[in-house]
C-alpha cells in the first residue's frame, strides 16, 4: 500500500451546510401531508388490485385434484375421481383429463358428500361442538410490524380451508386485513366504530330512563348516537372472495374511536367500554352464525384493542426473535396486566358497595408465536425467549421463506398463491409454515370447546 493512500472517510463525514440546505425543498406546510396520503392512496389502491378480476373484485383461486387430496379431504386422487364419476351431481371440477380443479364451494360441497358416505375413521369435517358459540381469537402486540395481520389472515384462511366459517374483523384503522380480504369500507359507519357507539348509546338509554325517574338531567343523545342503535353487527358483515370468510372490514375514520370512547367514559363513567365489542356479537347472535372470529388488532394498546383483547376467548401475540420484540413483548404483557388488572380493581369495588358479584377477566388460552423466523440466525434467541415465555408459546416458528414475501407482495395470502407459481418444493415448505401454526391454533381452540363442553355436562 503507498504511503499516500488514505482510507475513504465514513459518509456522514465533511457534510457541506450549504449543499445540503440547496437539496432542501421548501418548508413542508399541512397541505402537503393531504398531497402525500392522495398519492399514498391512489398507489395503495393499484397495488391492492393486482391480481384482481377486471370488474376489480378479488377471486378465490381454484385448487387443483392434487391440493384437494393432500391438504383438503383425505381421500386419494384415484378415490376421488371414482367417486365423482360415480355421481355426476357432484362437483366435477374444471379442466382436461385427471387434471381437475375445484373451486372451495366445490371442495365444501365434497367434504359434505364424504362425511356422509366415505370411511367412518376419517375426518372430513373438522370437530366443532354443538350448542357452542363461536370462539374468537384476538391477535394482538402493540409493537408494528411483527406479523399480526398476516398471521390473522393466514390462520381465518387455514380456518376456512378446514372447513370452518369464519369472521374476521379488523380493527386496525390502516385496514390491511381489509385489503387483503378483498372488502370495501367507505366510512366508519361500516367499520366496527358504530357497534362500539351502540354500546355506548344503550347505556345512556338506560342511564335516562333512571335519571328521568329520579328526576335528574338527562345525557345528551345526539345524532350519532340514535344512528348508532339503529345498527346491527350483521349490516356492517360483507362477504369475501372466500365463501366462508366474512368481514367486518377497517379505514382510517375508525380511529376516531380513539378520541371518542374516553369522552364517552367520561359523560357516564357506570360505561363498561371493554364490554362493547364483545356485547356486539355476542347480544346479535353472530357468535352463532360462524365457528370462528378473528380479530385483527392495531399496534397499540388503545380502546379498540381493549375491545378485542375482552372480547377474546384466546390471544395470539406474534413476535420476531430479536432482543428488541423480546422486551416489547414483555412490556406488552406488563400493560396487559396493568390494564386489567385496575379495571377489575376499579369495578369489583363498586360492585362490593352494590352486593354485586365481582368480574373477573379470563382467557381460555394465550399463545406467543415467533414470526419471520430464520433458524440459521436466530435460533439461540429463539431458545431463550422459548424459555422465558414458557406455556405461552407455540412450538413451531413460522419461517421466513421465499413465498410467504411473494405472496406478500400481491397482497394475497399464501393459501391464495398459485403453486404453479413457484417450485414445488418452495410451496410445500411456504404452505408448511403456515399450516404447522394452524395446528397449535387449531389444537388451542378444539381443548378450549371440548374443555367448555365437558363443563357444560357438569352443569
Not at 440546505?21 to 389502491?45: E, H, S, V, W, Y
Not at 371442495?107 to 362425511?115: C, D, G, K, Q, V
Not at 338527562?218 to 368481514?247: C, F, G, M, Y
Not at 377489575?344 to 388460552?365: M, Q, V
Request: charged fraction near 25%; glycine fraction near 8%.
Amino acid at each position: 500500500m503507498s504511503s499516500n493512500s488514505k482510507t475513504p472517510l465514513p459518509p456522514y463525514a465533511n457534510i457541506d451546510p450549504a449543499q445540503a440546505a440547496a437539496k432542501l425543498a421548501q418548508p413542508i406546510d399541512t397541505a402537503r401531508f393531504a398531497k402525500a396520503a392522495n398519492f399514498a392512496a391512489k398507489g395503495r389502491d393499484d397495488l391492492a388490485r393486482r391480481g384482481y378480476a377486471p370488474d376489480g373484485k378479488k377471486r378465490l383461486r381454484r385448487f387443483s385434484t392434487w391440493e384437494v387430496c393432500r391438504y383438503l379431504i383425505p381421500v386419494a386422487p384415484a378415490h376421488l375421481r371414482r367417486v365423482l364419476k360415480a355421481h355426476p351431481d357432484l362437483p366435477q371440477g374444471v379442466g382436461d383429463g385427471g387434471s381437475k380443479w375445484y373451486s372451495l364451494e366445490d371442495i365444501l360441497t365434497l367434504r359434505e358428500h364424504f362425511a356422509e358416505e366415505g370411511a367412518s375413521n376419517r375426518e372430513y369435517l373438522p370437530w366443532r361442538p354443538e350448542g357452542l358459540p363461536a370462539k374468537i381469537v384476538a391477535v394482538a402486540n402493540f409493537k408494528g410490524g411483527v406479523g399480526k395481520t398476516s398471521t390473522a389472515a393466514h390462520l381465518a384462511m387455514s380456518a376456512a380451508l378446514d372447513g370452518y366459517k369464519v369472521l374476521v374483523i379488523d380493527l386496525d384503522s390502516q385496514g390491511s386485513m381489509t385489503s387483503i380480504m378483498g372488502g370495501s369500507v367507505a366510512d366508519e359507519w361500516e367499520t366496527a366504530f358504530p357497534l362500539i357507539a351502540r354500546d355506548y348509546a344503550r347505556h345512556v338509554v338506560d342511564e335516562n330512563a333512571v335519571r328521568r325517574a329520579s328526576g335528574a338531567p338527562e345525557l345528551p343523545l345526539d345524532e350519532t348516537l340514535n344512528e348508532a342503535l339503529q345498527v346491527s353487527p350483521r349490516n356492517l358483515i360483507q362477504k369475501t372472495h372466500w365463501p366462508n370468510i366474512d368481514l367486518i372490514g377497517a379505514q382510517l375514520n375508525l380511529y376516531w374511536a380513539e378520541f371518542q370512547v374516553p369522552v364517552w367514559r367520561m359523560q357516564l363513567g357506570s360505561w363498561p367500554l371493554w364490554d362493547a365489542l364483545g356485547n356486539a356479537l355476542s347480544e346479535g347472535g353472530v357468535l352463532d352464525d360462524y365457528d370462528m372470529v378473528f380479530l385483527d388488532t392495531p399496534p397499540a394498546l388503545g380502546y379498540l384493542t381493549i375491545n378485542a383483547l375482552s372480547a377474546a376467548d384466546i390471544l395470539l401475540v406474534p413476535l420476531g426473535a430479536s432482543f428488541l420484540e423480546f422486551d416489547s413483548t414483555g412490556r406488552f404483557f406488563d400493560m396487559l396486566y396493568s390494564t386489567f388488572a385496575s379495571i377489575e380493581e376499579g369495578e369489583n369495588a363498586a360492585r362490593r358497595r352494590n352486593g354485586l358479584s365481582e368480574i373477573r377477566f379470563e382467557w381460555d388460552a394465550v399463545r406467543t408465536i415467533i414470526t419471520r423466523f430464520d433458524a440459521g440466525q436466530q435460533t439461540d434467541l429463539a431458545n431463550v425467549i422459548q424459555a422465558y415465555f414458557g406455556d405461552f408459546m407455540t412450538a413451531f416458528r413460522q419461517d421466513v421463506t421465499a413465498m410467504v414475501g411473494q405472496a406478500g407482495e400481491q397482497v394475497n395470502g399464501i393459501y391464495e398463491a398459485d403453486y404453479r407459481e413457484f417450485n414445488r418444493d418452495t410451496y410445500t415448505r411456504g404452505r408448511e409454515t403456515f399450516d404447522r401454526t394452524w395446528a397449535e391454533v387449531k389444537e388451542v381452540i378444539l381443548g378450549a370447546w371440548w374443555r367448555d363442553l365437558q363443563m357444560e355436562k357438569e352443569g
